[in-house]
């Protein structure tokens, strides 16, 4: 409900010589401050030294993993769940179509799915979500509080919805991105997870050369 207020009206200020040029530079300043604040966050994003970490979960197989344990592969990381309506099957769908596309060179490639749901995606839940897309996903659930942890190292988003009384009504909402991390584990990239196979397939050809 929006807050309303009831003032008397003010009486208008005589206007001072120059006021409406020195408003001008104040704004054209103001501007090049933001601007230049805009420019700088642009240019460290490609970077984002700050993105990923150290993290242990558990494979759908019930092994506990650590980031550890894919030193050496490049990693494809995306945060969903299985309960996820469409943006989450579509993106691991062309996750799908593009290591097949990259033939041998997807054994360099290690794509993971960290679910956002981890009350309902269990491990053998995942395992069975992610072996419908491919062979090679690996789907890492933990308890909330691991959950909730990786969520912050790769900056993202989540948000509950109730959709009913029960225990199980409610969506999540979450950033949808797929997150590419070099075989140090540093970060090199974010894919838009909208692309399609062949486009996603492209965009990792540029970074596994």
Avoid at 66 to 79: A, H, I, M, N, S
Avoid at 93 to 110: K, Y
Avoid at 145 to 152: N, S
């Amino acid at each position: 409900m929006p807050i309303t207020t009831t003032r008397k009206p003010a009486r208008p200020k005589p206007r001072r010589p120059g006021g409406n040029a020195l408003a001008a530079v104040v704004a054209v300043f103001a501007l090049f401050l933001i601007g230049g604040a805009g420019c700088l966050w642009w240019l460290g994003t490609p970077s984002d030294p700050g993105i990923g970490g150290p993290f242990r979960l558990v494979a759908g197989d019930g092994r506990v993993v650590t980031e550890q344990d894919f030193r050496g592969k490049y990693l494809l990381v995306y945060f969903g769940y299985t309960i996820c309506p469409d943006i989450c099957p579509t993106t691991l769908q062309s996750v799908a179509t593009a290591l097949d596309s990259l033939g041998p060179e997807a054994d360099r490639l290690q794509p993971l799915l960290i679910t956002v749901d981890p009350a309902r995606d269990t491990p053998p839940v995942l395992a069975r979500y992610t072996a419908a897309f491919s062979p090679r996903l690996i789907g890492l659930s933990g308890s909330p509080t691991a959950i909730a942890a990786v969520e912050r190292e790769y900056r993202v988003y989540t948000a509950i919805h109730r959709t009913g009384s029960g225990p199980d009504d409610y969506s999540v909402d979450h950033s949808s991105v797929l997150f590419l991390m070099g075989p140090d584990g540093q970060f090199i990239a974010r894919l838009r997870a909208d692309a399609s196979g062949p486009e996603l397939a492209a965009a990792l050809v540029q970074h596994l050369s």
